[in-house]
């Protein structure tokens, strides 16, 4: 399976409460599309962390906008308030962008806590006829990222095929050994990677698309139409006050300040609903790109062509994270979103400065080491706090290790399988409450003080 995936083009806050919601919307229409003369009632149950947080991350909300036929690359402010009127004051659904049928919220979206064997993100789709008998009934899970799989996929144990035309590259041992045999560093094996799926064009043009759309949200963070982000923290929004304040310094340090702008902003633009790049996830998507920005605006040489090979190695070293263990707060907690975020951008940025594949990967598994038991516990279900403050500080372990690995001359005892294999088994063995469930850390003890 092509990599190209794990960057994906979305809307914010969250790519497995927001995004994940809206594609199994879609991908429910698809499934009714032939008998949709017949539906006359849809209603979602949204289970586990999809309830106990949906409302925070608009997880109902992403439904509904789903439902609609509205795809994430292609909807805009305006539509999603429009589509919202519609469906909470008209209480009317254009089901599939086709059919208009009632909606009423309160009946029709179920906030259901209880988790479901599978994943801790499930929800379960059924289509009604007139007389109020199932026509239709699905229920996915949204595995993180914008990632979703249907029941029979997860019960297949939600395996991504491995076989290709050429060559597959399933953990950072088989990168390694292919880099020693090929003589190839990690940009151009993960570019021969790509080609199997696609062609040098389209690979161009996603990674340059993806890098464009990564500057836009940091720019229309830094000059929001709002002060502040929606929610009941009623979070002022820092990053157009931080850009007008910080200036260039002798002081070495000041250069933290620009990238935790970089950061900020476009964590703010995702908190506030806007549109962003899944990398890997909404949650840590500030990370990658502060870091291609910090590269942009602070080094020497920095230009599209190491903008794609950037995006290259991070798409690779996600994937082994993908693969081997999660990227998925709900399922392993923050460090499977910024720690996942944070190697990907350290091998990355290494890479592009002349690391060979061995110090990229050795990169990527000190930024995860240093993530390592990191909960996830948004407040109130927000992508605010302390999220927002996250992916500055995983950008800035990004490029700490990034630097630190290239200026090694001993061996790493750790190696990047083991690390991901370490995250994995400490996701699972956390504490449910610290898994974007919001009864746990921050979650609860902020709610209630502000409460």
């Avoid at 979206?109 to 109020?132: E, K, M, T, W």
């Avoid at 390694?176 to 199997?196: N, V």
């Avoid at 300040?257 to 500030?286: F, H, K, Q």
Wanted: with cysteine; glycine share 8%.
């Amino acid at each position: 399976m092509s990599n190209l995936s794990i960057f994906k083009i979305g809307i914010g806050p969250s790519s497995s409460h927001t995004l994940g919601p809206m594609l199994a919307a879609n991908l429910f229409c698809k499934k009714i599309e032939q008998q949709l003369h017949s539906v006359s009632r849809i209603q979602v149950t949204l289970f586990g962390s999809l309830s106990l947080t949906g409302k925070g991350h608009l997880s109902d909300k992403a439904v509904i906008w789903g439902l609609n036929a509205l795809e994430a690359k292609h909807i805009t402010a305006e539509i999603q308030e429009s589509i919202l009127k519609q469906a909470l004051e008209s209480q009317c659904l254009n089901l599939c962008g086709q059919k208009e049928i009632s909606f009423n919220y309160e009946k029709d979206i179920v906030f259901n806590n209880d988790f479901l064997p599978l994943h801790q993100n499930a929800l379960r789709f059924c289509a009604y006829v007139s007389d109020g008998q199932i026509l239709c009934e699905e229920t996915y899970y949204s595995v993180g990222g914008g990632f979703v799989c249907d029941e029979a996929q997860m019960q297949a144990g939600n395996k991504e095929s491995t076989q290709t035309r050429g060559f597959s590259i399933n953990s950072a041992s088989e990168l390694l050994e292919m880099s020693q045999k090929s003589g190839k560093q990690l940009a151009q094996i993960s570019y021969e990677y790509e080609l199997q799926f696609h062609t040098k064009e389209h690979i161009r043009d996603y990674c340059l698309s993806i890098w464009e759309v990564m500057q836009e949200s940091y720019y229309q963070g830094c000059y929001p139409k709002q002060s502040n982000l929606p929610g009941p923290l009623n979070l002022h929004r820092r990053a157009k006050g931080l850009k007008e304040r910080i200036r260039p310094t002798a002081d070495p340090f000041g250069i933290i300040d620009y990238i935790s702008l970089y950061a900020i902003a476009i964590a703010e633009e995702n908190a506030g609903g806007g549109r962003v790049v899944t990398a890997p996830t909404n949650g840590a998507c500030a990370v990658i790109p502060a870091v291609m920005l910090y590269l942009k605006n602070h080094t020497v040489g920095f230009n599209d062509e190491l903008a794609i090979d950037f995006l290259l190695c991070a798409m690779m070293i996600g994937s082994f994270y993908k693969k081997n263990a999660s990227i998925s707060g709900a399922e392993a907690g923050c460090q499977a979103e910024i720690g996942s975020a944070s190697s990907m951008a350290a091998g990355a940025m290494a890479s592009v400065l002349g690391a060979d594949t061995l110090q990229a990967c050795n990169a990527a598994e000190a930024a995860m080491e240093h993530h390592l038991g990191l909960t996830c516990d948004p407040a109130f279900g927000l992508v605010q706090i302390p999220c927002i403050e996250r992916n500055a500080f995983g950008a800035i372990k990004a490029i700490s290790a990034a630097r630190m690995t290239m200026n090694r001359k001993s061996q790493p005892i750790v190696s990047l399988d083991e690390v991901i294999m370490t995250m994995y088994q400490t996701g699972k063995d956390m504490n449910a409450k610290y898994r974007e469930t919001a009864l746990g850390g921050l979650a609860k003890t902020l709610s209630q003080s502000v409460c």
